[in-house]
Structures are given as structure tokens and as C-alpha cells.
């Protein structure tokens, strides 16, 4: 645990197992990776972080097991060159979170269907530079004040609420995709957007790739004037 100090960095790479509360808002590392067969990562940042690789270690694998997680508030930004792997993930940015590797998942919590939360200015940046994300059957949160680009890698995206955005910024997109898949919605598979004058994209990509409306399907689109 962090007692006061801070950690500056160009690359910080965590070993082992055991709980890591590195929350000091002065902590500045360039790049951060981890290793562990157990335990949890908070951690903070000043400035913008990116999730890479640091002395042969290639992005975050917790254990997918319940209560690894890691939590991540960074100043200036959050960018994926490497996957994060745990049972539950929150991240948390006044600026943006992107991929920098294109396509594949860069946040997977399917192991334990545990919940990926992710708040920022804006989420991916375009179709092809999307944030592929796999919670398996669990909850996805994802809140913007900007364009959202979010794509489900895991199959099937069966919505049954569990996928809820929210975008702040008037005249913004979101888009919900998946990989090679159907998304279905219907009386107890909803999607709800909180919305204000934006573009909203629902896509079925590859061989698999159909969206299903089923029964009374309810589409909440709650717009600001």
C-alpha cells in the first residue's frame, strides 16, 4: 500500500499476489503491467497511462476469480497497446480510453462474469480503433461526454440489460457491436441509452452477426432537449 510517497516511472510492472493500493494522485508512470496469480490493483495516476508491456510482461492478468479486480483513475487518459485480464474492471478518466491495437478484446472479465465499468471523455475512436471488451454474462457500464465505441468480443451479446450507456455530449455516437455474433433484444433484453441528440449504431458483425427484435422489445432512448 502507498503511505505518502509516489511513484514515477517510464514503466511499472506488478508481480505476484496480494492487494496493490497505489492511489497516490501524484503517482506518473508511462506504462503499467502486471502478473498476479491473486489479489487486486487500484491504482492512480497524474497524467495519461497506458495499459502495455514493461520488462516482458504484456498488459494486466489478474486471475479471473472473484475479488481480483483492478480499478484504474488516471488524469490524462487510459490507452490499451495490451489486454487487461481480471474478474471485475473500473476505469475511470476525465480524458479519453482507447485502443491502440485495433481489433481482439482488450478487456476481458468472462472467467468469473464479473463487471467492466468504464467513465471517460470518450470511449474508442472510431470503428476500427473500438474498445473490444468481454464481461462474459456479466454487467457492462460504459459512460461518456463523447463518442462511444464499444465492441462485445465473447459471441452472442444476449442484452438482458446489461449493457447500459450513457453520453453526455449532444450530437455524439454510440455504437455497440460484436466480433462474430447475434445481439437480441426483447421483453427482458433491453438496451438503454441515455442520450442527448446523438447517433446510435447497433451492429451484428460476421458469419454469426444478426440482431434479433423479440416479442414486445423495449428500446429506451432518454433525450435531453
Do not use: C, K
Amino acid at each position: 500500500n502507498q503511505t505518502g510517497s509516489i511513484i514515477a516511472a517510464t514503466g511499472l510492472r506488478l508481480l505476484g499476489a496480494g492487494t496493490f493500493a497505489l492511489n497516490s494522485s501524484g503517482n506518473d508512470v508511462t506504462t503499467l503491467a502486471a502478473s498476479l496469480t491473486g489479489g487486486s490493483i487500484s491504482y492512480a495516476d497524474a497524467n495519461a497511462v497506458t495499459i502495455g508491456a514493461v520488462l516482458g510482461t504484456n498488459g494486466i492478468t489478474l486471475a479471473q476469480l472473484a475479488g481480483n479486480s483492478v480499478t484504474i483513475n488516471a488524469a490524462g487518459g487510459v490507452t490499451f497497446a495490451q489486454p487487461l485480464s481480471a474478474a471485475s474492471v473500473m476505469i475511470t478518466t476525465p480524458g479519453s480510453i482507447v485502443s491502440a491495437g485495433g481489433s481482439g478484446t482488450q478487456i476481458d472479465t468472462s472467467g468469473a462474469n464479473g463487471t467492466i465499468t468504464l467513465n471517460g471523455a470518450s470511449i474508442g475512436t472510431s470503428t476500427s480503433d473500438r474498445v473490444g471488451i468481454n464481461p462474459g454474462s456479466g454487467n457492462a457500464s460504459i459512460n461518456a461526454n463523447g463518442n462511444i465505441f464499444v465492441e462485445h468480443t465473447g459471441g452472442d451479446l444476449i442484452a438482458g440489460g446489461r449493457y447500459t450507456r450513457s453520453n453526455t455530449a449532444l450530437g455524439g455516437d454510440i455504437r455497440l457491436s460484436t466480433t462474430d455474433g447475434r445481439i437480441e433484444f426483447g421483453p427482458v433484453s433491453a438496451f438503454a441509452a441515455n442520450t442527448a441528440d446523438d447517433n446510435i449504431f447497433i451492429v451484428a458483425n460476421g458469419a454469426n452477426g444478426h440482431i434479433d427484435h423479440i416479442g414486445a422489445v423495449s428500446w429506451t432512448l432518454n433525450t435531453a432537449p
